[in-house]
């Protein structure tokens, strides 16, 4: 079993910073997504993983073996890019084969080990085809089992998805979820900026952004109980609302006096308020909030509603109605005290 | 064809039209519809062209013949550039084969293949062409091998300059060759830079006299010639994906098996290009064989030049010319056959 750590990992081009003091220990067997957008800092992690990129400062440790130094083809990782990278004057098989007859492997060694790889991902039947004869689904499968075909105690995943449409990307993702629990020994680092994604297959997600770690948790965790604003835009959707606290368990809230757990909040201090859309509710209930349709979207199974309370804004995902406010209508919108989660204003935590 | 202003005077809806507004008539019935093919059927895309025809015609239906330009025949569009080919490129050549069968030398009388005999039997001429063929395959897979080499180091070896070198090989390329030839006889000439080390670590031995033999020659050729095998090659270079080396890194590929795996046969294509572009470019290299080794050593191209300016024998030169004509082509065609053998399954993503 192979974990990853990572100990202050700083990567800098010049004097820009693309990683900052990465510090983060991904357990043996573990999914770990890197969520974050563009420019976070996620890929750079990955790579100084791969051994393509090196720290200006830090170590990183595979399997409890320092490999900061050790160049790419002695660390013995799988990787799986986004543009697939495979070999075009190659046959599928061939491609597999690649690492195996690289590490100068057995010659029925490397046919067994190809088979059960091609079996695994679904490909057996396209080995003798080129990449170019193949969907991009299909390259992408093709891609992991070249990336499995060598056992690797850690698999290395950058946006694996991210040139699928939608519909091959959930049938991916699946297929990694089917993956990850037959290959239960392997240490998966996932990179993504796609919050499903991150929310379906990982045990735990890093969310980052502009080259630092903002948080860490499993995807429950992250998503109920966000500790940063950042975190809780970035993993859902989320209300983020100004208040300040008024006693112990009541904000204020655009006018109103509002139950929510207030943990150790200070009276008078400034706070912001997240409370998940889905959770809002239309109508009167228990910490109800009046104010003015601003837009409506009807999404199939749910209509999201946006209304302006006082200045701001609080959408309200519900399921689909029998009959649409209409804009500028004046309604209430209300949501429980155990949905809310109160967070430090503005505060990222990093 | 029907006459565009006539059908137009008969349906009585437009002004008389001159010349030069007929070509304004056909200009706009070739650019004024983006759907060129559907619309010489007359079949026109839904809801579009019937529509917008409609408004100008005031309802009535249109005539495509008013719309059909006037357009000429194929075989008339090629004309101009066949006959500029015909009188540049092939009347020429056409008049050398001809003084090469002519037995006089006028180009009179019927033609003879006795020139062809009486040349081809000269042992003067099987050792130039042996020596044309010998330093041009050799020229050639020596800048085969060190531009493939050469090119790898700026393409994937990142270093300062290097993108100013890459650079300076396409400057390179628009020097002449005799330009390099002239550089090499300050370095390898009798009173070149290498001669006087030569001189100065043996005493009393003479300057070699390396430039004007065969490898004075073949390292001439390949110093000019090794540009003309990098610049196909650094643009395939630079379409192989980042993420391939990665990949088959993470894979446990050394960079040897990188290049030799993954790299070269992407470049494959390329890497003929240069070289075949290379060999033919050698087989009539004449510039750099006149100033290096022009007194020790006789190419096809020297000896066409030797027997025609020098002797005044035309007709021999002919004989030696269509014989070298015979070789670029042979060899030519021979390097399509292999490519067409060698290119890989996966399609030639990496051509230059």
New interface residues.
């Given amino acids: 079993m192979t974990g990853i750590r990572f100990e202050g990992v700083t990567v800098a081009y010049g004097d820009n910073t693309v990683l900052d003091s990465l510090s983060l220990t991904v357990e043996p067997g573990e999914v770990m997504a890197l969520l974050g957008p563009s420019g976070s800092g996620k890929t750079t992690a990955l790579r100084s993983v ?3 990129v090196r720290p200006a400062a830090g170590r990183v440790f595979i399997g409890g073996r320092d490999v900061t130094g050790l ?9 799986v ?1 986004q ?1 697939y ?6 046959r599928v098989d061939a491609n597999v084969a ?2 195996l007859r ?2 100068k492997a057995p010659r029925a060694m490397i046919a067994g080990r190809v088979a059960e790889a091609l079996e695994m991902t679904g490909m057996a039947a396209y080995a003798k085809r ?3 004869e193949l969907s991009g689904g299909q390259q992408q499968r093709v ?1 992991i089992a ?2 499995l075909a ?1 056992r690797p105690g850690v698999l ?1 995943l950058d946006e694996p998805l991210s040139a699928l449409d939608a519909q091959l990307r959930s049938g991916m993702l699946a297929e990694l979820a089917r993956l990850h629990r037959e290959l239960p020994d392997v240490t998966m680092l996932y990179v993504t900026h796609d919050q499903v994604e991150a929310l379906t297959l990982a045990d735990r997600i890093a969310v980052m952004d502009r080259a630092r770690l903002r948080d860490c948790g499993t995807p429950q965790e992250l998503y109920r109980r966000p500790r940063t604003e950042f975190t809780a835009s970035f993993v859902g959707n989320a209300n983020l609302l100004p208040v300040t606290v008024t006693g112990d368990g009541r904000v204020g809230l655009a006018g109103t006096d509002v139950s929510v757990p207030t943990g150790g909040a200070a009276h008078g201090a400034t706070a912001t308020l997240c409370v998940r859309p889905h959770l809002v509710g239309l109508g009167p209930g228990p910490n109800t909030l009046r104010g003015r349709v601003t837009e409506v979207q009807w999404r199939g199974a749910t209509h999201r509603v946006a209304v302006e309370v006082d200045g701001h804004h609080v959408t309200a995902e519900v399921r689909e109605l029998r009959e649409t406010p209409a804009l500028g209508d004046e309604v209430t919108v209300h949501f429980a005290s155990e949905d809310a989660v109160l967070l430090p204003a503005g505060g990222t935590n990093g | 064809m029907a006459e565009p202003n006539g059908l137009r005077a008969e349906a009585g809806s437009a002004p008389p039209v001159t010349a030069v507004g007929r070509l304004a008539v056909a200009a706009e019935g070739r650019g004024g519809r983006p759907y060129g093919p559907a619309h010489r059927d007359g079949a026109h895309g839904p809801g579009c062209g019937p529509a917008q025809s409609s408004r100008r015609n005031g309802g009535q239906p249109e005539l495509p013949e008013t719309r059909k330009p006037r357009t000429l025949p194929a075989w008339v569009l090629a004309l101009p550039p066949l006959a500029v080919l015909g009188l540049v490129f092939l009347y020429p050549l056409a008049l050398v084969a001809r003084q090469s069968l002519s037995p006089d030398g006028s180009g009179g009388g019927s033609p003879s293949l006795a020139a062809y005999g009486d040349v081809l039997g000269q042992a003067a001429f099987r050792q130039a062409l042996r020596t044309t063929v010998l330093i041009a395959t050799g020229s050639t897979a020596g800048a085969v091998i060190l531009g493939f080499v050469l090119a790898i180091v700026i393409a994937f070896v990142p270093f300062p300059g290097g993108k100013a070198l890459a650079r300076f090989i396409d400057v390179f390329l628009s020097f002449p060759s005799f330009l390099i030839t002239l550089a090499l006889l300050f370095i390898y000439g009798t009173v070149g830079m290498a001669n006087g080390l030569w001189t100065d670590a043996l005493g009393g031995t003479g300057p070699f006299d390396f430039l004007h033999t065969p490898w004075g020659v073949l390292l001439a050729e390949i110093t000019y010639f090794t540009p003309f095998v990098m610049r196909p090659l650094l643009a395939a270079f630079s379409q192989i ?1 980042t ?2 080396l ?9 960079a040897p ?1 990188i290049v030799r ?2 790299i070269l ?2 470049a494959l294509p390329s890497l003929a290009a240069g070289g075949s572009l290379v060999l033919v470019m050698c087989l009539n290299e004449f510039g750099i064989v006149l100033f290096t080794g022009a007194k020790g050593v006789t190419t096809l191209p020297t000896l066409v030049y030797g027997k025609a300016v020098l002797d005044g024998d035309y007709t021999s030169a002919c004989v030696v010319a269509v014989v070298n004509i015979v070789l670029s082509v042979g060899l030519y065609g021979l390097y399509r056959l292999l490519l067409s053998r060698t290119r ?4 030639p ?1 990496a051509r230059a």
């Fill in positions: 791969a051994g393509f160049a790419p083809h002695r660390r013995g990782v799988g990787m890019v543009q990278a495979l070999f075009p004057h190659m690649f690492g690289a590490q080129y990449p170019r891609a070249r990336a060598i290395l | 994906e993420a391939q990665e990949a088959a890194a993470s894979l446990g590929a050394k098996r795996q993954v046969p992407e890989p399954a996966g399609g993503r």
